[in-house]
């Protein structure tokens, strides 16, 4: 299922095939499953639990490799690639905002941000100031210093972004970022969220199993019985 | 160490059990150690104190004294080597029970020759110049002992009197006694001494080949610090000190390999997400493991610091103890080093853990 810019700095999935062991067999999660997602654009998954959303995503951000197929970074091939170059990769090109934001207990807001540069070697008053200027630019400058359990669900998603943003990545995937949210907290995440990857050209993948995140895609896609099944035009 | 530090400020408590155990096993080595020291000290003191290199002592004896004979032919072998300096001792254990009222004591008789280097020290010059007479220990005088009472030696028919008091230290936990060769001879040999004696003291320059004398005076020498194992009880006192502090080394390895196990375990998640965040394994364990060395070491300190303590009350009363800071630090180190060696059990699973768990797919 091919679209826009399948080499440029977006992200390519070529023929992608997922089975998992269940039972004496194995199930089939995704079945040659292709996909192309281009800077600036963002595209939403949907599918029912268990579709094999998370897997795609995980595929996607080079957290586990397929069974079969290839997946494009940048244009980078990355089938080949040795686990510490796609561990270099998924550092400098990918970043993922988590269900329920997914921080980590003993940092504040401003060091879950000086971690990711900590990982990539940043110095650490560059680190900081990014920190403070993405925090301020997702309006979390005042809660910069709150661990996560003090903070609100929609404060700890904003922050999640913020961190993911970071990274400086060309790619941007969301796993069930509005999960956790209520209404008109999750339609302002996931516009918060689609907004940031439009404005920063980044190739955004939302999987999601509501409908907040539709409102802000360029594409709908859903998932079912392993594959790609239906493409809608949303936005744009 | 990022978030290794960070963890520990303000998720301490998660901390607080393995740290109170480390430290407690660091308390326990640390007071084990001083007493071991302690030990050693008392077994050998009197042999520490005296102003010899070496001991050269009967072939086969593995320095103990009660198990060397040597004669005056072995000694003029000693006495004829350039530079060195040789002078005979006997050494034995007897008890002395006082004429006069005082308590019964047990002694470890060190006779030394008038013409010869021991006599020197001013603390056995009076007996060893042919006065028939003791100088004691002075723990002894703690014990009662006074100068001038009469003290009959079991054994023999001698009754001397008590000259003076001295540092001399103990030898195999036995208060030492300075007698002149001459009266030690006829209490250990009666009139049948044929000059004998227990071994040879030594004073030998770095240049001395002590083998090639050894093998013409007939004798077996010991450097000073190997003859303490000649001590009675030294070898076993020590064995079972250093097989204690082992086991506590391994059992501190142990805890904390356990600790650092489970923690791995609750933290798989949080593993995954630093590993997705694009953090390689090297920089997931240096976290990990610098984290649980700090705790590790931490704990040592306070540990040791109150073992230390312990010691420092312990110092002049029964129990024979030695707060030595070189003990205390090695006890230290070898603590740390284990604890962090036990955490490297974890080593495999923080390198297992995939990336996709923060996502909560399975790889």
Known sequence: ?236 | MFLALRDLRRMWRRFALVGLVVGLVAMLSTVLTGLADGLVRDGTSGLRALPVTHLAFAPHSEAVFSRSTIDERSLAKWTRVPGVEASPIGVSFVNAASTDGGPSIDLALLGVSPGGFLADRSDARPPAAGLPGLVLASELRDEGVKVGERYRIAGSDLTLPVLGFTFAGSYGHVPIAFTSLATWRSISYGNDARGRFSAIALRVPADVDVAAVDRAAGTETKTKTEAYDGSPGFSAETATMTLIRAFLLVISALIVGAFFTVLTVQRTRQIGLLKALGASSGYVLRDGIGQIAIVVLAATVIGAAAGAAVIGLLDGGPVPVELSIGGVLTSAALLVLTGIAGSLVAFRRITKVEPAIALGVEA
């Not at chain 1, 070529?14 to 995704?30: E, Q, W």
């Open chain 1, 1 to 236: 299922m091919s679209t826009s810019d399948p080499a440029g700095d977006g992200l390519g999935l070529r023929g992608i095939h997922v089975a998992v062991p269940d039972g004496p067999g194995t199930r089939t999660l995704l079945d040659a499953v292709d996909l192309d997602v281009a800077p600036g654009e963002v595209l939403v998954i949907t599918g029912s639990s268990g579709s094999g959303k998370s897997t795609l995503l995980a595929v996607a951000g080079l957290l586990r490799r397929p069974d079969r197929g290839e997946v494009l970074v940048a244009g980078t091939p990355t089938a080949e690639l040795s686990e510490r170059r796609r561990t270099a990769l998924r550092r400098e090109r990918i970043a993922i905002v988590y269900q329920s934001a997914n921080l980590l207990p003993a940092l504040t807001a401003r060091e879950q941000l000086e971690l990711v540069g900590h990982i990539s070697g940043e110095r650490r008053s560059q680190a900081r100031g990014r920190a403070a200027q993405l925090l301020e630019e997702l309006g979390l400058a005042g809660r910069a210093d709150q661990l996560p359990a003090k903070m609100s669900g929609g404060e700890r998603q904003r922050v999640g972004i913020a961190r993911a943003l970071m990274a400086r990545p060309t790619v941007l995937l969301a796993d069930e970022p509005t999960a956790s949210l209520d209404g008109a907290l999750s339609a302002e995440v996931a516009g918060l969220l689609a907004g940031e990857a439009r404005g920063r050209g980044l190739a955004a993948v939302i999987v999601s199993h509501d409908d907040a995140p539709l409102a802000h895609a360029e594409r709908h896609l859903h998932l079912a019985g392993g594959a790609l099944k239906a493409i809608t035009t949303v936005a744009g």
